[in-house]
């Protein structure tokens, strides 16, 4: 008998003595402080054998490994010396950005209030171990920094739940990671950039502290890697590189040339009852047509000699970039052999008016300008019949699926990128983007300029003075009936003195002829092409084709 209370004696003090000291144990694991931590040895690394610098080789900055990366001291003594002011600048944004959201959780869920005891980022500011600028043909400025931060923060957060205050402290942080930093598009309005698009090349590595009621719950088995394996996929999920982070600086319409949304088709059709301007009782009439916004020369109809009631049936056709604010600008002349041209009337037609892929005709009376208060308006100047065909590109069809004046311009398209279904014939727009040659060199001076040619077209740029690296970022449209699978464009670098000598005053610095049906069957190609007949002379090219 005793024996068996013996046994039930000590089955009963093993089961309440094993919780009892393994709840003392993981206590002096969690409260105890160390003793045997030494200050660590600082020895010069050519003093290290093998296997102690393959174990350090981790922390060896970037400029050291890679050639590519540039070692940029200047700029950690500048967020050192700005960091105590950052530090209250980051504060705050995080304060008045989190106050919203805890004020909607607070009445909710038993929950009496929410707010932060402390925050502060620590004394130690992060460290650029070195900085990659990525060279693109794209409108933009790429550079990939290598950022480190093992931070000495204090973040405590109150949770009033009830009548129990629970505190969570986050504290010694460590965060290494490699964004890709993107500047785009360039505009020439400061501070010269729409947009900050950030995306990371690899998965960071994230190591922190936490406090629960005072507890490190960091501590206890498995928590740890599980934490820390859902921060790092959750981070990946949202900025992990091909998912980007957009912060908007400047809005797409400040500074940022529109891209074209579509062609519109117009056809003058006649004239009725114009003004006498000659002593002969008659006129010369020709229409001059542009579209508003545009920098391009106005179209010109044919002449009709001694014709009041002109009748021309001819076609032409212009680039839209925003439907909902241009409008069509008519200008009716007479045309003089010798002096000015009379100006017999004009009109103008808004874009807003048209429904997309339907042919509308007008017929407009001509006035002298557009102010309506202009008494001379009254007078009977004639009419003007044209009809107009909206065409959008195939990308923008869904934008403009009914009457133009039911939707608002939805910004510039700046970064738009054709999306093909695989349809490519038919008319279309075939866009030419100058960006910069480089290395272009003439015998007798240097001021390039670049000259297109295509199907019998000839487009010039600008001239820039005296250099061998010209940046022009200019572009150049041709509207065609069809795509051009088949077709070859010429660009040549010219060079043109600007006094007049006895000496050549023009010279070739090289050309290139690119084949079209890389373009159409891609939609874009954004190349560098070596300039034939150029000793080092190249030229960067961007070419789109937009199919309505």
Same mark, same amino acid.
């Given at each position: 008998?005793?024996?068996?209370?013996?046994?039930?004696?000590?089955?009963?003090?093993?089961?309440?003595?094993?919780?009892?000291?393994?709840?003392?144990? #993981?206590?002096?694991?969690?409260?105890?402080?160390?003793?045997?931590?030494?200050?660590?040895?600082?020895?010069?690394?050519?003093?290290?054998?093998?296997?102690?610098?393959?174990?350090?080789?981790?922390?060896?900055?970037?400029?050291?490994?890679?050639?590519? =990366?540039?070692?940029?001291?200047?700029?950690?003594?500048?967020?050192?010396?700005?960091?105590?002011?950052?530090?209250?600048?980051?504060?705050?944004?995080?304060?008045?950005?989190?106050?919203?959201?805890?004020?909607?959780?607070?009445?909710?869920? $038993?929950?009496?209030?929410? =707010?932060?005891?402390?925050?502060?980022?620590?004394?130690?500011?992060?460290?650029?171990?070195?900085?990659?600028?990525?060279?693109?043909?794209?409108?933009?400025?790429? #550079?990939?920094?290598?950022?480190?931060?093992?931070?000495?923060?204090?973040?405590?957060?109150?949770?009033?739940?009830?009548?129990?205050?629970?505190?969570?402290?986050?504290?010694?942080?460590?965060?290494?990671?490699?964004?890709?930093?993107?500047?785009?598009?360039?505009?020439?309005?400061?501070?010269? #950039?729409?947009?900050?698009?950030?995306?990371?090349?690899?998965?960071?590595?994230?190591?922190?502290?936490?406090?629960?009621?005072?507890?490190?719950?960091?501590?206890?088995?498995?928590? =740890?890697? =599980?934490?820390?394996?859902?921060?790092?996929?959750?981070?990946? *999920?949202?900025?992990?590189?091909? &998912?980007?982070?957009?912060?908007?600086?400047?809005?797409?319409?400040?500074?940022?040339?529109?891209?074209?949304?579509?062609?519109?088709?117009?056809?003058?059709?006649?004239?009725?009852?114009?003004?006498?301007?000659?002593?002969?009782?008659?006129?010369?009439?020709?229409?001059?047509?542009?579209?508003?916004?545009?920098?391009?020369?106005?179209?010109?109809?044919?002449?009709?000699?001694?014709?009041?009631?002109?009748?021309?049936?001819?076609?032409?056709?212009?680039?839209?970039?925003?439907? $909902?604010?241009?409008?069509?600008?008519?200008?009716?002349?007479?045309?003089?052999?010798?002096?000015?041209?009379?100006?017999?009337?004009?009109?103008?037609?808004?874009?807003?008016?048209?429904?997309?892929?339907?042919?509308?005709?007008?017929?407009?009376?001509?006035?002298?300008?557009?102010?309506?208060?202009?008494? &001379? %308006?009254?007078?009977?100047?004639?009419?003007?019949?044209?009809?107009?065909?909206?065409?959008?590109?195939?990308?923008?069809?869904?934008? #403009?699926?009914?009457?133009?004046?039911?939707?608002?311009?939805?910004? *510039?398209?700046?970064?738009?990128?054709?999306?093909?279904?695989?349809?490519?014939?038919?008319?279309?727009?075939?866009?030419?983007?100058?960006?910069?040659?480089?290395?272009?060199?003439?015998?007798?001076? %240097?001021?390039?300029?670049?000259?297109?040619?295509?199907?019998?077209?000839?487009?010039?740029?600008?001239?820039?003075?005296?250099?061998?690296?010209?940046?022009?970022?200019?572009?150049?449209?041709?509207?065609?009936?069809?795509?051009?699978?088949?077709?070859?464009?010429?660009?040549?670098?010219?060079?043109?003195?600007?006094?007049?000598?006895?000496?050549?005053?023009?010279?070739?610095?090289?050309?290139?002829?690119?084949?079209?049906?890389?373009?159409?069957?891609?939609?874009?190609?954004?190349?560098?092409?070596?300039?034939?007949?150029?000793?080092?002379?190249?030229?960067?090219?961007?070419?789109?084709?937009?199919?309505?």
């Amino acid at each position: 008998m005793m024996g068996l209370v013996g046994c039930l004696l000590g089955i009963i003090g093993f089961g309440i003595g094993v919780p009892i000291g393994l709840f003392i144990g #993981f206590l002096l694991f969690i409260y105890k402080e160390p003793a045997d931590v030494k200050d660590p040895i600082i020895r010069p690394l050519h003093d290290l054998d093998t296997s102690s610098l393959l174990d350090i080789l981790p922390e060896i900055p970037s400029w050291m490994k890679h050639p590519d =990366y540039d070692r940029i001291d200047w700029l950690n003594r500048f967020i050192s010396d700005m960091w105590p002011f950052l530090n209250k600048a980051i504060s705050g944004i995080i304060r008045s950005t989190m106050e919203p959201i805890f004020a909607e959780y607070t009445g909710k869920l $038993q929950i009496i209030s929410i =707010y932060f005891k402390s925050l502060r980022h620590g004394t130690i500011p992060p460290i650029i171990h070195g900085i990659k600028v990525v060279e693109t043909n794209q409108n933009e400025l790429v #550079f990939e920094p290598v950022l480190r931060w093992a931070g000495n923060p204090d973040i405590t957060l109150v949770l009033n739940l009830l009548s129990l205050k629970i505190t969570l402290q986050l504290l010694d942080v460590q965060i290494c990671a490699a964004p890709r930093i993107a500047l785009k598009p360039l505009v020439p309005t400061f501070p010269c #950039f729409t947009r900050i698009s950030v995306s990371l090349m690899e998965k960071p590595q994230v190591d922190f502290g936490l406090r629960l009621l005072g507890a490190d719950i960091m501590a206890i088995p498995g928590l =740890y890697q =599980y934490i820390q394996e859902m921060i790092s996929k959750q981070i990946a *999920s949202f900025y992990l590189w091909p &998912q980007t982070l957009e912060i908007p600086i400047l809005d797409g319409s400040v500074g940022a040339t529109k891209k074209p949304v579509g062609i519109l088709h117009v056809k003058v059709v006649r004239a009725l009852k114009l003004l006498k301007m000659d002593l002969l009782g008659s006129s010369d009439p020709y229409v001059k047509l542009s579209l508003s916004g545009e920098r391009l020369p106005a179209k010109k109809t044919s002449i009709k000699m001694r014709n009041l009631n002109p009748v021309w049936n001819e076609d032409f056709k212009l680039t839209v970039k925003d439907p $909902q604010s241009q409008v069509l600008q008519l200008h009716v002349y007479d045309w003089e052999k010798v002096g000015t041209h009379d100006k017999l009337g004009m009109q103008v037609v808004p874009l807003r008016l048209l429904t997309p892929h339907e042919t509308q005709e007008f017929s407009l009376d001509l006035v002298k300008n557009t102010n309506p208060n202009d008494p &001379q %308006n009254k007078k009977p100047r004639g009419q003007l019949v044209v009809q107009m065909t909206f065409n959008p590109f195939k990308e923008d069809n869904e934008r #403009f699926s009914g009457p133009l004046d039911r939707y608002a311009s939805n910004g *510039s398209g700046v970064g738009r990128l054709p999306k093909h279904d695989g349809s490519i014939c038919g008319a279309g727009l075939l866009s030419v983007i100058l960006q910069r040659a480089e290395g272009v060199e003439g015998k007798y001076h %240097n001021n390039p300029y670049a000259v297109i040619i295509f199907k019998g077209e000839k487009k010039k740029s600008k001239l820039v003075k005296r250099t061998r690296d010209p940046c022009w970022n200019e572009e150049f449209q041709f509207v065609l009936e069809e795509a051009p699978l088949k077709d070859m464009i010429h660009i040549e670098v010219m060079s043109k003195r600007r006094h007049f000598s006895l000496l050549r005053r023009k010279e070739s610095l090289g050309h290139v002829d690119i084949n079209l049906n890389d373009v159409v069957h891609n939609g874009r190609i954004n190349e560098k092409y070596d300039l034939m007949n150029s000793k080092y002379g190249v030229i960067c090219i961007e070419i789109r084709w937009e199919v309505t």
